[in-house]
């Protein structure tokens, strides 16, 4: 099997170690010769890269580790680029949930205003690291997750038509590994999903098991009464008490399409006011981050690089991202593993947009990924990803055109925004924010 060379583009990321170390453990399924950390903030990267190095020399000595801010030793001789950069860092984060807040208008990182805030942050830095990738190493595949995918997906189909990305999101991966405990069942794999829809956006339609008896009734016994919720006393990942609250909100959510199973997402749209409720305007998810997760990264970052050693760290492996792992082989082997990915619409769904990027179940090989026809869709669920696709094209439109009047039809569109007057005085205020990352609208 070929050994691969690999570029964790946002080398600093607070993910970084968790998709080390899943990497590292995934070593028999995609063995790699090397591990290039890139990012554009040398500081935060240091403290990163050089625990990563320990755990990398500690676990697999033989990979070559390369830390750098050059973009040239970065994207050269690599395979894959695996893309997950926060343009602005938390400190924007911050400020793209607090700003709508000020209005009573959702505060999320991708939802809503704050998610338009931070696309057009994202919007440049993917396309930077595309053209990278292409200058580089042309024969290589980005894996992007960065956030919002649904922008910057739509942003790399629109001004990168030939680039060779995957957009992929981790949020249906984590449903469904609820799902499959709700189930009983060891691992999603068991399940065979259709879904479609937008990125934090979508409908699962149908699940099976491999056999293809029908798990929805069990599943919606479930979620009508529980949402997503689990008994969290011994999970892992993404159940702290805001992550809780999404997870019970959801039998509201199912409540409205009760024929299928929503995106947790979805309750900023279809609850807006809820959500604007519960939030405190001066600690949001943001601050939680910052003083959570961030803190205990770094920190053990920080101790791992000064002892030259991982013993007693509390790092864990990021074991819900090893999709990428699946993804990556799916590309290097043509194993035509079935994820679900963010693709232009072409049919996928019959009754759409055929430019919307939409989320749906795909083939994946060596040549990328095959879209599976999920047919018709129901009006209502039509209507709301309509509105939402518009949004999205309107956003890039804006970046494109440097546009005003587009960025704020796009926020007057929004489900979470109440009305135009708002929609202006929350973008002139985000404007003023954004000055350094935004382009000069006009």
């Given at each position: ?143 992007n997750y960065s956030n919002p995918a649904a922008i910057v997906a739509e942003a790399t189909r629109k001004l990168r038509p030939n680039a060779k990305i995957l957009n992929i999101c981790d949020m249906p991966i984590s449903i469904e590994n609820l799902m499959a405990q709700i189930l009983g069942l060891s691992s999603r794999k068991e399940m065979k999903v259709r879904y479609y829809g937008l990125n934090h956006f979508g409908w699962w ?36 008490k805001s992550w809780q609250d999404t997870f019970k909100k959801v039998k509201d959510v199912y409540a409205l399409a009760p024929d299928t199973m929503p995106n947790t997402y979805l309750k900023y749209y279809l609850y807006p006011q809820d959500e604007v409720e519960k939030t405190d305007p001066d600690y949001t998810r943001a601050n939680q981050v910052m003083d959570g997760r961030e803190k205990h990264v770094f920190t053990e970052c ?141």
């Amino acid at each position: 099997m070929k050994k691969h060379s690999i570029v964790i583009a946002g080398g600093g990321s607070t993910f970084t170690p968790g998709i080390v170390l899943m990497l590292l453990d995934n070593l028999d399924r995609l063995p790699i010769r090397q591990i290039k950390f890139y990012d554009n903030d040398e500081a935060r990267q240091d403290i990163v890269a050089d625990a990563c190095k320990v755990i990398i020399k500690e676990k697999a000595p033989e990979i070559n580790v390369v830390k750098t801010i050059d973009p040239e030793t970065a994207f050269t001789d690599v395979d894959f680029v695996m893309a997950h950069i926060r343009v602005g860092k938390y400190k924007m984060r911050e400020m793209d949930e607090k700003l709508p807040l000020k209005y009573g208008v959702v505060g999320q990182e991708t939802c809503g205003p704050g998610g338009m805030s931070y696309g057009m942050r994202s919007i440049g830095g993917v396309l930077e690291l595309v053209d990278y990738m292409e200058q580089y190493s042309p024969d290589a595949w980005m894996l992007n997750y960065s956030n919002p995918a649904a922008i910057v997906a739509e942003a790399t189909r629109k001004l990168r038509p030939n680039a060779k990305i995957l957009n992929i999101c981790d949020m249906p991966i984590s449903i469904e590994n609820l799902m499959a405990q709700i189930l009983g069942l060891s691992s999603r794999k068991e399940m065979k999903v259709r879904y479609y829809g937008l990125n934090h956006f979508g409908w699962w339609t149908s699940i099976t098991d491999q056999a293809g008896n029908d798990l929805m009734p069990q599943l919606k016994a479930h979620v009508k009464d529980h949402g997503y919720a689990i008994d969290f006393s011994d999970a892992g990942q993404h159940v702290d008490k805001s992550w809780q609250d999404t997870f019970k909100k959801v039998k509201d959510v199912y409540a409205l399409a009760p024929d299928t199973m929503p995106n947790t997402y979805l309750k900023y749209y279809l609850y807006p006011q809820d959500e604007v409720e519960k939030t405190d305007p001066d600690y949001t998810r943001a601050n939680q981050v910052m003083d959570g997760r961030e803190k205990h990264v770094f920190t053990e970052c920080k101790r791992i690089a000064e002892n030259q050693s991982t013993e007693g760290s509390t790092l864990e492996i990021d074991e819900h991202a090893s999709y990428i792992v699946d993804l990556a082989r799916a590309i290097a082997y043509n194993t035509g593993e079935r994820m679900l990915l963010i693709v232009e619409n072409n049919g996928a769904i019959s009754n759409f947009e055929p430019t919307a990027m939409v989320e749906v179940p795909c083939i994946v090989g060596k040549n990328g990924p095959e879209p599976l026809t999920q047919g018709e869709i129901p009006r209502f669920q039509k209507g709301l990803m309509e509105q939402q696709v518009a949004v999205e094209k309107l956003v890039v439109e804006a970046y494109a055109e440097k546009s005003y009047q587009k960025l704020w039809q796009a926020l007057t569109l929004s489900r979470t925004v109440p009305n135009a007057r708002v929609a202006k005085e929350l973008l002139d205020d985000l404007i003023e924010a954004n000055i350094d990352f935004w382009p000069t609208l006009k």
